[in-house]
Every structure is written in C-alpha cells, then in structure tokens.
C-alpha cells in the first residue's frame, strides 16, 4: 500500500497542479492532498475552500484525499504515514528551490522520499499567485484554473 503527499498552498488550485495531481494519482494506491498553510499569512481562500475546489476538480479520482494542516510538511507527511511526497517542476527554476526543499525534508524526516514531476509545458508559465494577480484586475484566467473553480475565483474579486 503506497499512500503519497502532494502537499502545496492551492491558493487556488491551478490546471498545473491538477495535471500533477492526476498523474501522481495513478502511481500510487492513496494520494493525499495537503493544503499547508501559515495562519500568520492570509490567503485569499481559507484552507476549507481550497480543499473544497481540490475536491471538486477530482472527484473522480476515488484514491484522491484531501487535507490541510498548519503544521511542517514533515509533520504531516509523518501523521498521515506518508513514504513519498509529489511536487510538481514548471521550469528549471523552480529547481533549485525544490532541491534545497526536498533535501531540508529529507534531513528532518530520513526516509522520506521526494518525487518531482514536471507538469505539462502548456501549464509551465501558470502559478497561483500570478492567477491571483490577473483576476485582481479582471484579467482572463480561464485557461489558467479549472473550470469547476473559474467562478470561485471571479467571486473573491467580485465587488
Ligand atoms: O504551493 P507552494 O506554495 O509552492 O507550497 C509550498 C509548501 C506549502 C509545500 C511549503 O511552503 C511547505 O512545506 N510549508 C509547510 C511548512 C514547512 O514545512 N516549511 C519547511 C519547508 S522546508
């Protein structure tokens, strides 16, 4: 039994993370979605609501859990009994980043195996904080987040 952690902010959810999701899905038994969150920062979303769109947009995806947690990615990869923990690489960028990550986890939590995926070229320029930015000024992002979300986030910056 192989259950993994794909563990992320989701603020909001984006096509990228959902082709990540869904291909990391299909290599293991359980796939535990972990929205962290720093309740110093808010976000635009609570952690319920980026659950509830993660829950949403793969709910056909029967082997697809999903969680948040305040706490270190290593103390929820260690709670929910996780073995690997997915991210998702757009560019060579975010490389670098991921490594450093990767290997601080690993450090506090031997054992722990991370796995990079990188996403699909045609998702590689989309990141939340940029679709927050866009939508902000009522910019299009349709094709930037899944359709089942669009109108949640058109809703956060409705006045
Ligand atoms: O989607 P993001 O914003 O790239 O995800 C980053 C996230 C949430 C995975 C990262 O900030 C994280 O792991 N936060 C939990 C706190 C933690 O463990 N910090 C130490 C990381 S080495």
């Known amino acids: 039994m192989t259950r993994w952690m794909f563990p992320g902010s989701f603020d909001p959810p984006t096509l990228g993370h959902l082709d990540v999701l869904r291909r990391a899905a299909r290599l293991c ?4 979605v972990a929205v962290l969150h720093n309740p110093a920062k808010r976000g635009l979303f609570t952690p319920e609501q980026r659950m509830e769109m993660i829950r949403r947009v793969a709910a056909d995806l029967p082997n697809v859990r999903v969680v948040s947690s305040d ?4 103390q929820a990869a260690a709670a929910f009994e996780i073995t690997c923990v997915v991210r998702g690489l757009r ?3 975010d490389s670098a980043g991921e490594i450093q990550m990767a290997q601080l986890n690993r450090a506090m ?3 722990l195996e991370v796995l990079m995926i990188p996403t699909a070229p045609s998702f590689a320029f989309i990141s ?3 679709v927050r930015e866009i939508a902000a000024k ?5 094709t930037f987040v899944p359709a089942e979300i669009l109108p949640d986030v058109l809703a956060a910056y409705e006045v």
């Open 109 to 111: 939590l031997p054992g």
């Open 29 to 32: 038994d359980e796939l535990v």
């Open 91 to 93: 560019t060579s960028h």
């Open 71 to 74: 706490a270190l990615l290593v």
């Open 138 to 142: 009522h910019g299009d992002i349709s």
């Open 128 to 130: 939340s904080s940029y």
